[in-house]
């Protein structure tokens, strides 16, 4: 019923809204994204897939971009809930951190290692684990998004390690975008709240600045229900005041002919009220801490006869601390309540340097090199006694080459591989190969090759405790191989259509497994997996504020040795947004709907599918440079759960019911 309430809506805004004329392709780009028609937005230029600017509709990747006026339209509160709405992607929750998945794969326990993220250019995958964080641990505010960029297949041939799956590219609000002072706060269930300051402006000498801090917490649900743990030992299965956040977070940029230098730092607390790792049920006292920071300097130039530099140094910083809640007492005898600490501490230095040439004007040649130095990669784990205490350092670089031809008017070809070198697991080499053809004015067709990797971390290198896991030290690289089809359409009416067609496969596929021999955790390069499927999106937009965008994607991935599906691997994902201003434009209703189907746990059992309907009232109009909106979250209270991992005793892990937001932000 509420699907066709909604597509009832979006059709009746695309026969409503009077239709406004075609932009020729040859027109300048508007400034202004959160105005652009969908022409106008297929004409916008993106660095990140290529590592220089070209058109989206010519970069040699299936590219979405999510603006920060999306972001206001729908109400969303991090960047996970972003991801969720994007084509073929789809994010999982244990309550402590979350997972995201793409084209069907997503790994129980695998801290995003198969994605690369990066702010403004700048790798944000820790160098302990790799994780990359999307919840509310992600280092940014989502108010200081301009816009999100997420590549789909893997671009190892320009970034290196991590971009397996796809990248995700934050582009941050510049003082231009600001110009001056931001007051923001919002408040909604579980006593959350959040608070946010932010100053930016141009000055007349061309100097940006940028300054920004946030803060948040939240008590959680102070009542979740658990099955497994239910007896009267255990609270008859219900964890009280288990499930607090609390964080702080800062952003700052500044950027002068040529030079920009930015910086970021986040401490966050998260409670587990699943009982992970097999700890005390039902305490308030086993969390995580987790601490990151950057500081990035970049400089930028375009030399005579089109010759382009590109440098950086960069500094990274990550902490985490993991208080785990134990009684190691025997049964029958009085408790014996242990607090072991799980603790990693990564610093590192790094730099690299771009160059750009056009040559014989239809070549455009790119030659790069990167290098870092992780001068402490510490991993420490302790109670009464001290189970690991490892201390590292290690170091990597990187080459990389490419070459966009200009073959044709209206073909492209681009080529380019990049050779990477780990002091602790080898070197690889990974190439990239495409062909970008406009046949017409508004038809683009894309064939697309890449092949990435992932090394190995260190935490799956090295990490080990007696009781349960041992070190894994001669992990290899995994590897993926990607073939996609791209086909892109103008429909008329400022409708869009697209739809994807890809094989992927992966190789050596690093799995936790346990060990026969002694029982032990370790991780082994042992399975390969295939991933097949076709994704399709249509996209509106029209005077006045309308807009729509409805997706589907169709995904098979299995075992290649096996032949069975993977664990939370959902074989179709459905996507449906749309936004319709009311009172004169003066209130924004926006509506979305995401449908996940099932998927298959540890356990070999299965979580259903499941529809979640989202709503958010905005309003930027009634008091000058005063926005407004509410927001209900999972409107209908639907009932669902994502599979959990090996160190959980749940099978599967409930999500949040229905939630609400009040958010005012005011500008001056």
Do not use: C
Not at 90 to 117: A, C, E, I, K, Q
Not at 234 to 261: H, K, P, Q
């Amino acid at each position: 019923m509420v699907v066709k309430i909604v597509l009832s809506l979006l059709l009746a805004s695309i026969l409503a809204v009077p239709l406004s004329g075609e932009t020729a392709w040859s027109q300048s780009l508007p400034v202004d994204l959160t105005k652009l028609s969908i022409e106008d937005l297929m004409k916008i230029t993106i660095e990140s897939v290529s590592r220089f600017e070209q058109r989206v509709v010519e970069a040699p990747a299936s590219v979405t971009i999510i603006t920060s006026e999306d972001i206001r339209m729908y109400g969303y509160r991090n960047l996970a809930e972003i991801l969720k709405s994007v084509r073929g992607l789809y994010v999982g929750d244990d309550r402590n951190y979350s997972y995201v998945g793409m084209r069907g794969f997503s790994r129980p326990g695998d801290y995003n290692t198969r994605f690369l993220l990066l702010v403004d250019g700048h790798r944000m995958n820790d160098n302990i684990f790799d994780y990359a964080a999307v919840g509310n641990d992600f280092i940014l505010d989502v108010d200081l998004i301009d816009r999100v960029e997420i590549i789909r297949g893997p671009t190892s041939s320009v970034y290196g390690t991590n971009a397996f799956l796809g990248t995700i590219n934050i582009k941050t609000k510049t003082g231009k975008d600001l110009r001056g002072v931001e007051v923001s706060g919002d408040g909604g269930r579980f006593s959350t709240y959040r608070g946010r300051l932010t100053y930016g402006n141009k000055f007349e000498n061309g100097l940006d600045v940028v300054v920004s801090g946030s803060r948040y917490g939240s008590h959680g649900d102070s009542r979740l229900f658990y099955k497994e743990f239910n007896s009267p030992t255990t609270n008859f299965g219900v964890a009280e005041n288990a499930d607090g956040e609390i964080l702080g977070s800062f952003f700052g940029l500044l950027s002068f002919e040529g030079f920009t230098l930015a910086g970021g730092y986040n401490d966050r607390e998260k409670q587990i009220p699943t009982a992970a790792f097999g700890t005390i049920f039902n305490t308030e006292d086993t969390k995580t801490i987790d601490k990151r920071g950057f500081l990035d300097v970049k400089y930028e130039r375009q030399f005579f006869d089109q010759l382009g530099l590109k440098g950086r140094i960069f500094y990274d910083y990550y902490y985490y601390r993991g208080d785990y809640i134990y009684d190691y007492a025997d049964p029958g005898d009085p408790p014996s309540i242990v607090t072991n600490r799980d603790t990693s501490r990564t610093d590192s230095l790094g730099a690299d340097l771009q160059l750009t040439r056009t040559l014989f004007q239809k070549h455009k040649f790119i030659l790069g090199v990167e290098y870092q130095h992780v001068f402490r990669q510490n991993q420490r784990n302790a109670d009464i006694e001290v189970y690991l205490d490892d201390k590292r350092r290690s170091y990597s670089w990187g080459v990389y080459l490419q070459d966009e031809f200009e073959v044709l008017e209206n073909l492209r070809l681009s080529l380019g591989t990049r050779y990477d070198r780990f002091s602790l697991s080898g070197g690889t080499i990974n190439p990239r190969a495409a062909l970008v053809y406009l046949p017409f004015e508004k038809t683009v067709l894309k064939l697309l090759f890449g092949q990435a990797f992932r090394a190995p971390n260190v935490y799956e290198l090295f990490y080990s405790t007696p009781a349960s896991s041992k070190a894994s030290r001669n992990l290899d690289p995994e590897t993926i191989r990607t073939v996609e089809l791209v086909a892109q359409q103008y429909l008329g009416f400022n409708l869009w259509g697209g739809a994807n067609l890809y094989y992927q496969r992966i190789d050596d596929l690093i799995t936790l497994q346990r060990d026969p021999s002694d029982g032990l955790l370790v991780y082994r390069n042992v399975s390969s997996v295939e991933q097949k499927g076709v994704e399709f999106e249509l996209e509106g937009r029209w005077e006045n504020d309308f807009r729509g965008r409805v997706s589907y994607a169709l995904q098979n991935t299995k075992d290649h040795e096996t032949g069975k599906t993977l664990t939370n691997s959902p074989a179709y994902l459905v996507k449906l947004n749309g936004v319709i201003p009311l009172l004169r434009d003066y209130l924004l209703l926006g509506l979305e709907e995401q449908y996940t189907s099932h998927r298959k746990t540890l356990a070999g059992n299965h979580v259903g599918g499941y529809w979640v309907t989202n709503i958010t009232l905005l309003n930027e109009k009634l008091v000058k440079g005063l926005v407004m909106s509410a927001s209900i979250y999972n409107l209908l209270g639907k009932k669902y759960s994502d599979p959990g991992s090996g160190e959980h005793e749940q099978d599967a892990i409930r999500q949040d019911g229905r939630s609400f937001r009040f958010k005012l932000t005011f500008r001056f």
